[in-house]
């Protein structure tokens, strides 16, 4: 398993899958087409592109491309890298027919094409400490009221907000992002007034 510094962003949840037995990092999904509809997202994806790079590895469809070309116009060029897979013609296993352009998406490649591409757009093993244990766990979260009550979907809204993070994150991909953007110090400080 490759460990790399940088988010990667995928289409969707079965791209995320296969990818988090290939690479060590954060993976984040764009939710196809919903990602032009999220403000909240596109400003967490800036952000990370800013802060620890972001490498964008869409399916290499037209519907892939269009993804691909709408989040260049809005995240800045210098943190973001792109990984392109090649046209395979095929279908994926979970479905029952090939897709509209019967190409294979990133759910449907090798690991190896998937590191391939990784590594022809520049990522490479991240700096010492990166794929290290998360400081933050979710028995943290469900200790602070953030996960298992039956007010922690509203609790995790505020922190977002305060954060300036999508206010829909779950609790799992809360705990991502906080374990990627902040320090155990930080913290504290961020769930005060929470309780």
Known sequence: MLKIREAVLVEGRYDKSKLSGVVDTLILTTGGFGIFNDAEKRALLK????????????????????????LKGVLPASG???????????????????????????????????????RRAGVGPGP???GKKPWLTKADLMRDGLSGTKDSAARRAILCKRLELPERLTANGLLEVLNVLYRPEEYGEMVKGLL
């Open 128 to 130: 010492p400490g990166t």
């Open 80 to 118: 973001v890298k792109h990984a392109y897979i090649p046209d395979v013609y095929g279908k994926e296993k979970r479905k029952s027919a090939p897709s509209g352009e019967g190409k294979l998406g990133v759910e449907g490649m090798s690991p190896a094409v998937i590191l391939e591409a990784l």
């Open 47 to 70: 952000r990370l592109a800013e802060e620890r790079g972001l490498i964008i590895l869409t399916d290499s469809d037209g519907a892939g491309f269009l993804i691909r070309n709408k």
